[in-house]
């Protein structure tokens, strides 16, 4: 499995920006399909992004359409989720999530990462 490690997050106000990064190791970076997973307080861990294998394909949840941008460099092994129109209602942990399976991704993803907290102020 592939082990996942998330920065950027922090507090900003609505109207803002952040940018998210996922560092991954392990097993080879280029044979995943990467996503983003969120956890508000009191409510289910929910789908955010997914990017394809060669980041030929992305997929976001309807909430995040047009305000959020999945993309990856396989190079780098590094999985990066820019958020900007942020809105108190994304406030919430992120995790960074791999599947060797792009169907797999956007439910039950192989790996987790530990989250990284995100916080819009209004």
């Known amino acids: 499995q592939v082990q996942l490690v998330e920065s950027g997050g922090g507090l900003v106000q609505a109207g803002g920006s952040l940018r998210l990064s996922c560092a991954a190791s392990g097993r080879t970076f280029s044979s995943y399909a990467m996503g983003w997973f969120r956890q508000a307080p009191g409510k289910e861990r929910e789908f955010v992004a997914r990017i394809s294998w060669s980041g030929a394909s992305t997929y976001y949840a309807d909430s995040v359409k047009g305000r959020f941008t999945i993309s990856r460099d396989n190079a780098k092994n590094t999985v990066l989720l820019q958020m900007n129109s942020l809105k108190p209602e994304d406030t919430a942990v992120y995790y960074c999530?791999?599947?060797?399976?792009?169907?797999?991704?956007?439910?039950?993803?192989?790996?987790w990462g530990q989250g990284t907290q995100v916080t819009v102020s209004s």
């Open positions: 999530a791999a599947s060797q399976s792009i169907v797999r991704i956007t439910t039950t993803p192989d790996s």
